[in-house]
T-cell receptor
Framework: DTEVTQTPKHLVMGMTNKKSLKCEQHMGHRAMYWYKQKAKKPPELMFVYSYEKLSINESVPSRFSPECPNSSLLNLHLHALQPEDSALYLC???????????FGPGTRLTVL | QKEVEQNSGPLSVPEGAIASLNCTYSDRVSQSFFWYRQYSGKSPELIMSIYSNGDKEDGRFTAQLNKASQYVSLLIRDSQPSDSATYLCAVKYGGSQGNLIFGKGTKLSVKP
């Protein structure tokens, strides 16, 4: 199995909800990433985990909380989001150091 | 500030022609360069990576790198309508922990 999977595919949530996005990879990678992509814009890096430890947080608001339970799983916990947080959230994985990052299909998030 | 520049297009070519996509980057210490293809509503798909000066060919795709000019390009030979997508240039800057900087993407349209 050589792919990155993400669930759910679509998520609609209110500003007071708490939800989580999930990402799983079985590529043997030890680095995992969260990106946010708005329409007609490139992906923007949010977080990097290397060997299950958070190594980069690109000044993301605290309403986004990442978690890496093990080397195959990456979660993004969402709380008190704003409508402007609506976007495609992409998970990626790679060998540590970041060469050749492989993206999952993404979660399309809508915040009402 | 590290930047990656691409012509946003749209670039329109007839079926069977060569499509040429260009990218420039600002940081001379960059070591790794990637081209991603992104269909509308989908996630980015890695199609080429290049690390050293010169050409790298994979099927109908050729990536070209010129570090002295800080320039990387992607040629698509025998373009097909299925190649119609947005092509994202991404650069991994030296010393980073996997932080890819993406260009804004070039939208390619291949007309039958």
């Amino acid at each position: 199995d050589t792919e990155v999977t993400q669930t759910p595919k679509h998520l609609v949530m209110g500003m007071t909800n708490k939800k989580s996005l999930k990402c799983e990879q079985h590529m043997g990678h030890r680095a995992m990433y969260w990106y946010k992509q708005k329409a007609k814009k490139p992906p923007e890096l949010m977080f990097v985990y290397s060997y299950e430890k958070l190594s980069i947080n690109e000044s993301v608001p605290s309403r986004f909380s990442p978690e890496c339970p093990n080397s195959s799983l990456l979660n993004l916990h969402l709380h008190a989001l704003q409508p402007e947080d609506s976007a495609l959230y992409l998970c990626a994985s790679s060998h540590p150091g970041g060469n050749e990052q492989f993206f999952g299909p993404g979660t399309r998030l809508t915040v009402l | 500030q590290k930047e990656v520049e691409q012509n946003s297009g749209p670039l329109s070519v007839p079926e069977g022609a060569i499509a040429s996509l260009n990218c420039t980057y600002s940081d001379r210490v960059s070591q790794s360069f990637f081209w991603y293809r992104q269909y509308s509503g989908k996630s980015p798909e890695l199609i080429m990576s290049i690390y050293s000066n010169g050409d790298k060919e994979d099927g109908r795709f050729t990536a070209q790198l010129n570090k002295a000019s800080q320039y990387v390009s992607l040629l698509i030979r025998d373009s097909q309508p299925s190649d119609s997508a947005t092509y994202l240039c991404a650069v991994k800057y030296g010393g980073s922990q996997g932080n890819l900087i993406f260009g804004k993407g070039t939208k390619l349209s291949v007309k039958p």
